[in-house]
Each structure stands twice: as structure tokens, then as C-alpha cells.
């Protein structure tokens, strides 16, 4: 079974870090692209950073320079490093991945989420 595993959650300071981490676990052939997305008390779930098989990136306007997506490889876990966290950042974060089995056939996974939760 093909599934996103998530870690890295927690509750910090604001102006604190925070690394979250989305693994694909299962037998798979590519992961096309992979992304996180949160969704905070009373709103829509929003796109955080997105990364794709080739490694280019693309962030929310809103948390260019605070939030990086990173990768090692094309088929490593996901990192979300995020920095200077402030009390608005305070959501569940979800991971999502594209992938294509490996009998080729394509998936949209979404994972459990992470809670992340900052202090003032």
C-alpha cells in the first residue's frame, strides 16, 4: 500500500524552527511532485510549498524567505524547514504527493497531517 508518512510537528516559540518531514512508504516508480499544504482553524486549506521530480520549487507569497521545501533525491522524504515562525503560521500542515506506481499507475496521496502550533 502506497501512503505519505509525516513527521516533525510540534509546539514551539514564535520566532522559533520547525522541520517537517513527508515520506512515501509503498512501492512506487516516480514521485512526480510533492507539496505541503495547511489548513488553520476556520479557513481553507492553503498551498504552502510545492517541489517538483526535477527540484523546482515554488512557495506562497506570503512565506517566501521563512518557509524552504527541500529534497535529496527524487525519490527521498520532503523537508519543510520553516524559520521565524510567528502565531498565524499555527495549523495542520498536510503533505501531498503525485506518484506513479510502479504498474504505472498515478496517485494523488494526502497525508494524516502534522500539527504545528506557535506560542506568542
Known amino acids: 500500500q502506497v501512503q505519505l508518512v509525516e513527521s516533525g510537528g510540534g509546539l514551539v516559540q514564535a520566532g522559533g524552527s520547525l522541520r517537517l518531514s513527508c515520506a512515501v512508504s509503498?512501492?512506487?516508480?516516480?514521485?512526480?511532485?510533492m507539496s505541503w499544504h495547511r489548513q488553520a482553524p476556520g479557513k481553507q486549506r492553503e498551498l504552502v510549498a510545492a517541489?517538483?521530480?526535477?527540484?523546482?520549487?515554488n512557495y506562497a507569497d506570503s512565506l517566501k524567505g521563512r518557509f524552504t521545501i527541500s529534497r535529496d533525491n527524487a525519490k527521498s522524504p520532503v523537508y519543510l524547514q520553516m524559520n521565524s515562525l510567528k502565531p498565524e503560521d499555527t495549523a495542520i500542515y498536510y503533505c501531498?504527493?503525485?506518484?506513479?506506481?510502479?504498474?504505472?499507475?498515478?496517485?494523488?496521496?494526502w497525508g494524516k497531517g502534522t500539527l504545528v502550533t506557535v506560542s506568542s
Open positions: 501531498n504527493a503525485h506518484v506513479t506506481r510502479v504498474d504505472y499507475y498515478d496517485m494523488d496521496l
Open positions: 517541489i517538483t521530480s526535477g527540484g523546482k520549487t
Open positions: 509503498g512501492n512506487i516508480f516516480k514521485i512526480n511532485s
